[in-house]
């Protein structure tokens, strides 16, 4: 009896798994010359990527730091949900991300008014991205550049388990009970031998 308790102790703690997304921080770095880039770097937060090798859509990116030169075109560089989405795809592999294609804006109007915009792109190794302002079709401030990474944050297991590690551990304390029942019905429990 004891040892099977031990048994299903053991079963229960190396079979169960926390279900979790992943989370990703990113850096921007401009790297390309011209009067409308701002030069510095963009950080933010992607949240809610899955290590399954798929793409899936990101739950929320947020953008943590921009440069000082994007800030009078427009206030709202900082959006943790954007007006339009036009692209929003990430895949993760073995904790890297491996290909994205995000873009997305502050759903501006005419194509004479300014508008902020935002982009992530990569297919392998490389990517690229940009977080600016648009004058219709034309840059008027732009952070933009082909120095783009990604680093995956470490985040602690949830506390909750996941269905099936409970499923498995009732079915075990049940089969622990059942062979408990048994072997007192049959004499065979744990004590002294009778007289």
Request: charged share 10%; glycine share 10%; aromatic share 10%.
């Amino acid at each position: 009896m004891i040892r099977a308790a031990y048994f299903a102790f053991a079963l229960i703690c190396f079979s169960s798994g926390y279900a979790r997304a992943d989370n990703f921080t990113f850096s921007l770095t401009d790297n390309v010359t011209g009067t409308v880039n701002v030069t510095g770097t963009v950080t933010g937060e992607i949240f809610g990527m899955f290590n399954d090798g798929a793409p899936h859509a990101a739950t929320s990116i947020v953008i943590a730091s921009y440069p000082a030169g994007l800030v009078p075109f427009d206030s709202n560089l900082t959006p943790t949900s954007w007006d339009t989405q036009f692209s929003n795809s990430f895949t993760e592999s073995s904790g890297v991300i491996t290909a994205v294609f995000f873009l997305a804006s502050d759903g501006c109007g005419p194509p004479s008014t300014l508008c902020s915009e935002f982009g992530l792109d990569m297919i392998g190794s490389s990517g690229s991205g940009v977080l600016g302002v648009l004058n219709g079709e034309i840059w008027s401030r732009a952070v933009q550049g082909d120095v783009l990474t990604f680093k995956l944050v470490p985040a602690p297991p949830s506390a909750v388990p996941e269905p099936s590690a409970v499923y498995l551990l009732l079915t075990v304390l049940g089969v622990v009970a059942i062979v408990a029942r048994r072997r007192h019905a049959q004499g065979l429990a744990v004590g002294p031998p009778p007289e």
